[in-house]
T-cell receptor, first 114, second 112 residues
């Protein structure tokens, strides 16, 4: 399989501040990565598709100015939650693929906004 | 509208019992995957089914892909506490690019 590393695993921030989450493909290159949000005991909700060297593609209803995605290299995508509010508290997960449809996920980031 | 519906949503059983989780859609999928997710972790791939009617076994887990490639099932025999977790089916609808669609999820708890 492929290894995807996500950092940090947990972060607590104050309301109004910004938080950056990193997603790295450790042993392969990923031109595309995906960012998901997950509420407790629920499934994954796709937020956006991160494309290396170009703009991310956001799903309907996801604010692109609030959730900034940068995919500056073939092994790193970042998600920045800007001006975070308590309602942004959630579990954020990234994924990448090799050649097939199977997704390899990062460990997830638990964001708590206080 | 959820493209992939899973049932049941929640399941709590005793160790040693058998169970089946269903993943249904009105859309055709070129393949479906099953993942298991433990609390605070990312999902981990269990299996991919590709051919209509295909059956795959992974120890005590049996996965089946429907003949029409619109549905799948996961059967666990003699469940153990280590099977506890959130089970997710996922796939890319035919003609759907490269974005995975995830099922609604089944939360399984296996108690001693």
């Amino acid at each position: 399989g492929a290894v995807v590393s996500q950092h940090p695993s947990r972060v607590i921030c104050k309301s109004g501040t910004s938080v950056k989450i990193e997603c790295r493909s450790l042993d392969f290159q990923a031109t595309t990565m995906f960012w998901y949000r997950q509420f407790p005991k629920q499934s994954l909700m796709l937020m956006a598709t991160s494309n290396e060297g170009s703009k991310a593609t956001y799903e309907q209803g996801v604010e692109k100015d609030k959730f900034l995605i940068n995919h500056a290299s073939l092994t790193l995508s970042t998600l920045t939650v800007t001006s975070a509010h308590p309602e942004d508290s959630s579990f954020y997960i990234c994924s990448a693929h090799l050649t097939g449809p199977e997704a390899f996920f990062g460990q997830g980031t638990r964001l708590t906004v206080v | 509208t959820q493209l992939l519906e899973q049932s049941p949503q929640f399941l709590s059983i005793q160790e040693g019992e058998n169970l089946t989780v269903y993943c249904n859609s009105s859309s055709v999928f070129s393949s479906l995957q099953w993942y298991r997710q433990e609390p605070g972790e990312g999902p981990v791939l269990l299996v991919t089914v590709v051919t209509g009617g295909e059956v795959k076994k992974l120890k005590r887990l049996t996965f089946q892909f429907g003949d029409a490639r619109k549905d799948s099932s996961l059967h666990i025999t003699a469940a153990q506490p280590g099977d506890t977790g959130l089970y997710l089916c996922a796939g890319v609808p035919t003609g759907g690019g490269n974005k995975l669609t995830f099922g609604t999820g089944t939360q399984l708890k296996v108690e001693l």
